[in-house]
């Protein structure tokens, strides 16, 4: 069975095929609901594609995790790798932007810092009241930072490296969903203000949503997504060592 | 948008544009190993600073990356779609303790968005009232 899987969904093309589709599905329902916040093209994808990889793996009697490996990683992947232009594309409404980088860049880098530090007491005081172990803990902590920085950062404070990949992807589907309701609710009215918290919180997601919010928040967006990376190699092993995770 | 309607710079074709995207995340992906594994800065940060830095020192112009830049931006909700679809292989991490990481993973959200824009904003209200400096910004 195994061999037949391979031989049949093996190709890049099944991954590349099932990302698209169920994308489009998901602005298909975006569209007939009248823009409802839990159909978020994005969102939907997510959830359906991996109710359809859950469902063929059980269909075809093997592991989900051998399925989504060697059926659907091969053209996800290469989808995967598409976000590395997609990363460094964001330079652009960064430099459109230029003129409040060059007024404002050391309220910039402060605000991340010090933001960033406060923020790993909150998540640590809401780890601990969710009665999360100290490996779970430890994972929550790097989330800030972009995945291939938050997940080193994890494995040298003792966290799991997967759980952390695992919140940077809830990360950006949940500010992609609920950026525009949080911002109303919490009143993140100064333009740099909003723009370095979601791409923060949300990363290059974060970031896309920002520049439709204007190009300050876009280009807010994208500079705290590199300097909270850079940040966080920095501030979140200390943080650890300080509240005696390592 | 920074263009002048009147004089609008032509656009380069989409293979250049292309080209210099590849050949930036190509010098970065020799670079990011440089760094120490307790430090690490991946390829794709490394890329968005040089191509920064290559747009102010206007050593290469915005009409040359921009068509495809902003195409890249939106298409970016759906090439995260195989992230999301990552979880897959993660379905088993969650088992133990999946509802109280998922909500923790939530608030964490809210927490990191809401804690930087305030400690900003009160960046902000510092520079403009303890240090008299003028913040006001133009959209």
Redesign the interface.
Known sequence: MQAEIIKFLGTPIF?IF???A??LIGKWLFKISNGFFLFQ???V??VL??LI??LMAKMLGVG??WF??NA?LP???L??W???????????????R?D?VKR?WP??I???I???F??EF??YG??KL????NA?IAS?LP??A????AM??AG?IKG?P??T???C????????AL?DW?IKL?H?T?????G???G???H??G??KA?QL???QGSMA?I???II??VA?IVV?LFAKLVGLI | ??QNSSTEPKAAPVLIQMGI??A??FV?SLISPLFP?????????I??????GL??FKIIK?EW??K???F??G????????????????????KD?GI??????????????????????G??WV?KNVFHQNTD?S?
């Open positions: 991954g099932l990302s698209i169920v994308f093209p994005l969102f994808g997510m594609g991996i990889l859950v989900t995790t989504y490996t659907y053209g996800g992947s989808i995967i598409f976000l590395q232009p997609a990363t460094i594309a964001f330079a652009i409404p960064l430099y459109r230029n409040i404002f309220v910039i402060l605000s991340l010090i933001g960033l406060l923020s909150a998540i809401v780890s969710f009665g999360l172990d779970g929550m989330q800030a972009t995945t291939a920085v080193p950062i040298a799991i997967a759980v990949a695992m919140a992807i809830v990360n950006a589907v949940i500010i992609y950026a949080l919490f993140l100064d333009p740099i203000g909003a370095l918290g979601l923060t919180a949300g290059t997601v970031s896309a520049l204007g190009s300050i994208s705290a997504t590199v990376s850079i190699d092993p | 948008m920074s995207f590849a930036i995340l970065s594994a307790n430090f690490p800065v991946p390829t794709p940060v890329g968005l600073i040089l191509l920064y747009l102010a915005l990356v921009e495809f830049a902003d890249m931006i298409l970016i909700a759906f090439l995260f779609v195989p992230s999301g679809i990552a979880l897959t292989a993660s379905l088993d991490v969650m303790q109280q990481l998922i909500i923790v993973i939530i608030l964490s959200t809210i927490i990191l968005l809401v804690v930087v824009s305030f400690v900003t904003a960046m902000m520079v910004i959209e």
